[in-house]
């Protein structure tokens, strides 16, 4: 029955972070002028607006069923179909700003949360929930923020390049499912340990020690 808890917290901790990350960035990206995120419907909070199948099914999915079954200790991260901005009509720091706004919102619903894991401990139903809610957002915040083409941080590291550069680094944004791959599952050493080693110090800082 625990699992079976588990199981259906990460599922609701999932669409929780994705929904406020793709959110927040069509809101953000609003405000700075525009509206390529509402003309698309991805200024809501409907994850099923920017459904990717991998990103947002196949692989949370595969995290979930090998958080529930014990067997690995990855991080469960999901992502959806890339926000439509008009980069032409922001330039470079609205943009930024705009895809960081999916990751910074993921933080402060690990904040939000990681209140909640003070205020009535892991012992309780209500703060073991909040603390796979912590250990979820902060995860997708840190992976998000990696340079990995597809993801965030490459998208808003690609105002540092060079043009020719910037142009061959977003080619590769359509190879993110095998990056995720490869990264996950094939040299998961290094990556997972620099991830799970970022996302145990945000959920220390924003839930206390020994959360996550």
């Known amino acids: 029955m625990n699992r079976v808890l588990l199981g ?27 509206p390529s995120p509402a003309r698309w419907g991805r200024r809501t909070l409907d994850p099923r607006r920017g459904l990717d199948r991998f990103g947002t099914l196949v692989l ?10 014990g067997t690995a200790s990855a991080p469960v991260f999901a992502y959806g179909a890339p926000m ?8 470079w720091r609205r943009s930024v700003a705009s895809l960081l706004a ?3 919102a993921d933080v402060a619903l690990a904040a939000v949360a990681g209140a909640g894991v003070r205020a009535f401990g892991t012992v309780s139903t209500v703060g ?20 990995v ?13 060079p043009p ?10 359509q190879y993110l499912p095998l990056f995720l791959i490869v990264l996950f599952f094939v040299l998961g050493g290094t990556f997972l ?8 110090a945000l959920c220390s800082a924003l839930a206390g020690p020994g959360v996550c």
């Open 128 to 147: 073991r929930a909040a603390a796979v809610l912590v250990w979820v957002a902060a995860s997708m915040a840190v992976i998000q923020c990696m340079p």
């Open 60 to 69: 949370p999915g595969l995290g979930i069923l090998l958080a529930v079954s």
């Open 149 to 161: 083409p597809g993801l965030d941080g490459a998208r808003a590291l690609r105002w540092a390049l």
């Open 164 to 173: 020719r550069a910037a142009a061959t680094y977003a080619d590769l944004d």
């Open 102 to 104: 999916g990751p910074l």
């Open 8 to 34: 259906v917290e990460l599922v609701v901790a999932v669409v929780a972070a994705l929904s406020v990350h793709g959110w927040a960035q069509a809101f953000v990206a609003g405000r700075f002028g525009d």
């Open 193 to 200: 340990g620099i991830v799970g080693n970022l996302t145990s």
């Open 84 to 91: 439509p901005l008009d980069e032409s009509r922001l330039g």
